[in-house]
């Protein structure tokens, strides 16, 4: 018997959508989008109590059934693009309309990491890495690319290096954006794979 689905009656699904479009995820949209939804299931289920004797108990059943599902429908629309704006504002932009080269980059995480300012270090270090290798042609150059994606980018052209880029941008989002500090070890680290993906050899190897 636990397995055989519950289908409201209208009370029940006017609550349950209620309780559903009321909660946190869905405030963000406008109050009047709550407002039109939770009225269009209200007037729904009254109309269909006003004509629920006609129709029968199967197909009031089936109408509610239905009016459940539009809600359902409703709820994944609102949800799905909020929760993707939540993991993409989780995963930042690398450049944000940084102009400078890789050498200037370069540049200024060897001072920063001469002062031992490692978290500017390691950050200019990582951005140097995915500003060289566009610069080479190496990987594509797209405005607005957070750090994953230059780490998968970089990892489908030098898959000997996936980890370390991967663990390179996670360590350059921590930084950046999260509460995570940076260390010298973290530095050589960057610099060690700024130096592999420089190298002849490995740009030769991911080649063939």
Do not use: C
């Amino acid at each position: 018997m636990s397995d055989i689905p519950v289908i409201p009656d209208a009370d029940t699904a006017r609550q349950w959508a209620a309780d559903e479009l009321a909660k946190a995820p869905y405030q963000p949209h406008s109050e009047s989008l709550l407002d039109k939804i939770l009225g269009w299931v209200d007037d729904a289920l009254n109309n269909l109590g006003n004509v629920g004797a006609d129709l029968g108990a199967g197909r009031t059943v089936l109408a509610i059934a239905i009016i459940a599902l539009v809600v359902a429908a409703v709820v994944f629309a609102v949800v799905g693009p909020m929760r993707r704006a939540r993991r993409l504002a989780r995963e930042h932009l690398v450049f944000e309309d940084d102009a400078r080269t890789a050498a200037q980059m370069r540049e200024s995480s060897k001072k920063a990491a001469a002062d031992g300012q490692w978290r500017l270090a390691v950050l200019e270090r990582y951005r140097a890495i995915v500003r060289s290798l566009e610069e080479r042609d190496l990987i594509p150059e797209r405005p607005g690319m957070t750090a994953h994606e230059a780490a998968t980018e970089i990892a489908r052209r030098f898959p000997d290096v996936r980890h370390l880029v991967g663990h390179a941008s996670d360590v350059f989002d921590g930084i950046r954006y999260g509460n995570r500090d940076a260390t010298a070890e973290d530095y050589e680290k960057m610099l060690s794979l700024d130096r592999a993906l420089a190298d002849r050899s490995v740009l030769t190897a991911a080649r063939s």
